[in-house]
């Protein structure tokens, strides 16, 4: 596609239950990325990926958060056992090649956690 | 533990004004920093970048200047627009490919 896509906008979901966020990267992109943003911080880098591989998963905050991406595009987010503070907008990028060099990122999803 | 600090969090300028945002950074292993601007509903777009080896970059109407030593980088905008209106974030990163992100700045250009 154009752009990075991500579903769903918004998720508001009870406190317990488990979610899933989409990601799919503009066509031809190897390298995907998840972070984060809370209220008032900065974007928290997650996890990275180059193809389906992901050598850095250090930012994943706890054991109930894992990713994986398939064929080399869609990346999925799951976080099993919502807890209040897991609230933040979570942001795909992609980019052509591994390095820091044009990110393109998603709109983000808004996850709420009541 | 944050390694890019952002202290203003809002800025509040005049259309035609010079907006100054202000950056810190601590780990002295970063060798490239990065300026993104996020609208509201929208992810951040990459707006000016600067290597390491370089003291000034310039793009229009969007400059950046970094200080090394002090381990400071700036992003001036001049003449502010009420389109510039949005949030800046800071970032910086080192010889991977990992973007550690400040707090953002939102800045506000009045008519």
């Known amino acids: 596609g154009a752009g990075v896509s991500q579903s769903p906008s918004n998720k508001v979901t009870e406190k317990g239950k488990d979610v899933e966020l989409r990601c799919d990267p503009i066509?031809?992109?190897?390298?995907l990325y998840w972070y984060r943003q809370s209220l008032g911080q900065g974007l928290e880098f997650l996890i990275y990926?180059?193809?389906?591989?992901?050598?850095?998963k250090s930012g994943l905050p706890s054991d109930r958060f894992s990713a994986e991406r398939t064929g080399g595009s869609v990346s999925t987010l799951t976080i099993q056992r919502t807890q209040q503070e897991d609230s933040a907008v979570y942001l795909c990028?992609?980019?052509?090649?591994?390095?820091?060099?044009?990110?393109?990122f998603g709109s983000g999803t808004r996850l709420t956690v009541v | 533990d944050q390694q890019v600090k952002q202290n203003s969090p809002s800025l509040s300028v005049q259309e035609g004004r010079i907006s100054i945002l202000n950056c810190d950074y601590t780990?002295?292993?970063?060798?490239?920093f990065l300026w993104y601007k996020k609208y509201p509903a929208e992810g951040p777009t990459f707006l000016i970048s600067?290597?390491?080896?370089?003291d000034k970059n310039e793009d229009g109407r969007f400059t950046v200047f970094l200080n090394k030593s002090a381990k400071h980088l700036s992003l001036h905008i001049v003449p502010s627009q009420p389109g510039d209106s949005a949030v800046y974030f800071c970032?910086?990163?080192?010889?991977?490919?990992?973007?550690?992100f400040g707090a953002g700045t939102t800045v506000t250009v009045r008519a």
């Open positions: 990028a992609s980019s052509s090649r591994s390095g820091n060099y044009g990110y393109t």
């Open positions: 066509s031809g992109h190897t390298a």
């Open positions: 990926f180059q193809g389906n591989s992901a050598p850095d």
């Open positions: 780990n002295s292993m970063f060798d490239y």
């Open positions: 600067i290597s390491s080896i370089k």
């Open positions: 970032a910086a990163s080192g010889h991977d490919y990992k973007l550690s």
